[in-house]
């Protein structure tokens, strides 16, 4: 085999490497799947039918905060990793992969959506939009805050010759007010106690039911009338 036909196969090889890991990666994998699924206002849903909204997140009991931006929110993910060596090479290792959430209503122009997500068993899928990142490193220490998270998470930012380690840190977070698309199966539900400015008796959810999980993200691609650039 010549050469040049051997460098033509690897660079075909590693292309289609790289084509398949986007296309199969978790974010476009939701893109695509939400694209298939029509948009319905809440008041609309029927009762199982796979469904998908998009409104504005709210919070049913106290938020939670995010770790670095304080943020209030009702669904957090955050990951810190430390370069490491290994032999002749290095990479990333995680040392912490955090992901809280609460159940949280959608608000699409007025009526509401109510949204359980659960660890265990686990009934959803996400991908949040990671908006913030933190780094440190030998020549770049930590910033005050960023070192609060660390030692929240039981991580000296320093080794034993007291010199920075190499850090980073990503968060993304699902805040109050931000405007998401959720999936799953609707079901209506009877309200125990009246809802602040919702004068119905019922109120729609979105469920996970067999194979299907409840699909959740703040991608601004699964956006009603959203622009590509």
């Excluded at 075909?12 to 490497?17: A, F, M, R, Y």
């Excluded at 007025?110 to 996400?126: H, Q």
């Excluded at 070192?147 to 980073?168: C, D, Q, S, T, W």
Aim: proline share 7%; hydrophobic share 40%.
């Amino acid at each position: 085999m010549s050469t040049p036909l051997i460098i033509i196969i690897a660079i075909s090889v590693i292309g289609l490497i790289i084509f398949l890991a986007v296309h199969f990666s978790k974010r476009n994998v939701i893109i695509r799947t939400l694209s298939k699924i029509p948009y319905k206002p809440a008041s609309s849903l029927k009762t199982n039918d796979l469904s998908k909204v998009s409104g504005k997140a709210l919070h049913v009991k106290a938020p939670l905060i995010a770790p670095y931006t304080g943020r209030k929110c009702v669904f957090y993910q955050i990951r810190i990793q430390q370069r490491v060596n290994s032999g002749k090479s290095s990479h990333w290792k995680t040392l912490v992969q955090d992901e809280q959430f609460q159940e949280f209503f959608i608000d699409t122009n007025g009526d509401f959506v109510i949204v359980k997500p659960s660890a265990s068993p686990r009934n959803y899928i996400s991908y949040l939009v990671k908006d913030t990142n933190q780094s440190s490193g030998v020549f770049n220490s930590p910033t005050p805050k960023f070192e609060a998270v660390l030692r929240r998470y039981n991580i000296n930012p320093e080794n034993f010759f007291g010199m920075n380690k190499r850090l980073r840190y990503e968060e993304g977070v699902i805040e109050i007010g931000e405007r998401i698309t959720v999936a799953g199966i609707a079901k209506w539900k009877a309200l125990s106690e009246p809802l602040p400015e919702y004068p119905y008796s019922k109120i729609a959810a979105l469920e996970s039911e067999g194979k299907q999980k409840i699909i959740i993200t703040d991608l601004p691609e699964t956006l009603p009338n959203h622009r590509k650039r």
